[in-house]
Every structure is written in C-alpha cells, then in structure tokens.
C-alpha cells in the first residue's frame, strides 16, 4: 500500500512538472512565432548561438541577460527568442555553465561583412581606424580597449608623417 501511494505520488509531481515545462515552452513557442512576424528574429549584430547538445536547461543565460526575451527555454533547452534585439555584450555566454553559447556574428540568411582591419585598427582604406562593432567586436569593455588602441595607433602614424624629411 505504501508503495503505492508512493508511486502515485511520484507520478503525480512528474505530471505536474512535464505539464508546467509544456506550458512555458508553448509561451516561449509564441514569443518566437511573433518575434519572426515583427522582424526581430534574425540578428542584426554579435548574437548568442546555443548549442542544444550541450545545453542543460540551468537558465543561467536567461536570467543573466539585462535584455529581455532574447533567450528563453523551449522543450527543455535554451533558445532564442528575439536576436535582433542582443546587443553583443556576452552575459549569457560567461553564464553558461555548460559552454553551450557562443557569440557568433551573422547568419546564414543575413551575412554580415566586415572590413579588413590591420593590427593596428587600421581598414584597408589607409587613414581609417575603426574599433568595436565595427569591427566586429560588440562587448563594450572589448571596443573600449581597441579605441584606446586605435588612437595610440593614429598618433603613430601621425608622429611617422611628421617625422618624415622632406615634407616640410
């Protein structure tokens, strides 16, 4: 008798939990169909791309995002919901405990080409530097950095045309 109560029991929780999983897959099911109508479903820049292998449903990714609704849970594994609304910072990707994001940019539907940029932020247009999303790189404390490394490097190329004899 016990046992069976026991069993009862179980399946009942289990019943519960799959049926509540199912309802928040069907919100995060609708969020998608109306996110691809309005147009925010492809990314436009650096964006999260997830790995369902991996993925262990912990919703670290989620709830680490400042944005909202660009991932969610969708049949027990991260998702995303509205790309074009990601602005490249990288929360969920250090969130995941799995590794199962990665920061990608662009898509097979919507490629996106970037400029040719020396090692010193330089493009293949001389006389043009360009650091952060431009040149590919969306994380704020990343485009920081080569900002500051783009304008050193000017000042180089700078000091190298004043210093050349003859043009003065």
């Not at 519960?16 to 109306?34: A, Q, T």
């Not at 998702?79 to 799995?98: D, E, K, M």
Request: charged content about 20%; aromatic content about 4%; hydrophobic content about 40%.
């Amino acid at each position: 008798m016990i046992y069976s109560l026991t069993a009862i029991l179980c399946i009942v929780v289990v019943v519960i939990y799959l049926r509540k999983k199912s309802r928040e897959s069907k919100i995060v099911d609708e969020k998608i169909k109306n996110a691809k109508e309005s147009g925010l479903y492809e990314p436009v820049s650096l964006h999260p791309v997830v790995d369902v292998n991996r993925c262990i449903q912990t919703g670290a990714c989620i709830s680490a995002c400042p944005e909202h609704d660009i991932l969610g849970i969708r049949n027990g594994k991260a998702t995303i919901i509205n790309a074009s609304l990601c602005i490249g910072h990288g929360a969920c990707f250090l969130a995941c405990p799995t590794e199962a994001i990665s920061l990608r940019i662009g898509t097979d539907k919507r490629g996106v080409d970037l400029p040719h940029v020396s090692q010193n932020f330089e493009t293949n247009v001389p006389g043009i530097f360009i650091a952060g999303e431009l040149g590919g790189m969306g994380l704020i404390k990343n485009a920081v950095e080569q900002g500051k490394q783009a304008v050193e490097n000017i000042v180089k190329s700078i000091n190298k045309i004043i210093m050349l004899p003859g043009i003065w």
